[in-house]
């Protein structure tokens, strides 16, 4: 069964910074491009990174750029976000999510159960 | 950036109805358009993709259509279990800027 399972979530004050994790199993993890969505709280969904299954391409959404870092450890399968200069409008649940088709097109059938970040002093 | 536009924000239809969702781009994508569900405390689902590509274990009922910056998804026999929020997806834009509209809640009347 593929699995996507998130950590790394928590209360952090306004300028602090949060890694968090996405742990994959149960397929090829290096063939997949991965990516990480936010959900505000009774808001819609708002993409955030993204980054091709061999990890050399990456790619941010407006709001993040020069403060995320996406990242991913093919050995370990396992995807991270650095969340560095958190502000409140950060506070969310972040999701993980792999492409539908190895080596595909950004779209994506299989999400994980999301991880809260909360920015707050 | 290319904007995203879903109508009508909200959607209420009897069972067994129809259910008509509509999603513009700013610009053209081509068929790089996906749609996905979303029910209250889960994680998205992911129906079409290419525009028109029911994604594994979706039901005929949903089916999507369009190309360029006007799309559909169509809910043909809505069922209970079909309520929730709805957005659409772009994948187009290149560098890679993926985009989300800002949803379509299909309530059950």
């Known amino acids: 069964e593929v699995q996507l399972l998130e950590s790394g979530g928590g209360l952090v004050q306004p300028g602090g910074s949060l890694r968090l994790s996405c742990a994959a199993s149960g397929y090829t993890f290096s063939t997949y491009a991965m990516t990480w969505v936010r959900q505000a709280p009774g808001k819609g969904l708002e993409w955030v990174s993204a980054?091709?299954?061999?990890?050399?391409?990456?790619y941010y959404a407006a709001s993040v750029k020069g403060r995320f870092t996406i990242s991913r450890d093919n050995s370990k399968n396992t995807l991270y976000l650095r969340l560095d200069s958190l502000r409140g409008d950060d506070t969310a649940i972040y999701y993980c999510a792999r492409a539908t088709i190895a080596y595909g097109d950004y779209h994506f059938n299989t999400w994980g159960q999301g991880t809260l970040v909360s920015v707050s002093s | 950036e290319i904007v995203m536009t879903q109508s009508p924000a909200t959607l209420s239809v009897s069972p067994g109805g129809r259910a008509t969702l509509s999603c513009r781009a700013s610009k053209s994508v081509t068929v790089n358009l996906a749609w996905y569900q979303q029910k209250p405390g889960q994680a998205p689902r992911l129906l079409i993709y290419g525009a028109s590509t029911r994604a594994t274990g979706i039901p005929a009922r949903f089916s999507g259509s369009g190309s360029g910056t006007e799309f559909t998804l169509t809910i043909s026999s809505l069922q209970s279990e079909d309520f929730g929020v709805y957005y659409c997806q772009q994948y187009y834009n290149w560098p890679l800027a993926l985009s989300f509209g800002a949803g379509t809640k299909v309530e059950i009347k």
């Open positions: 980054i091709s299954a061999g990890g050399g391409d990456k």
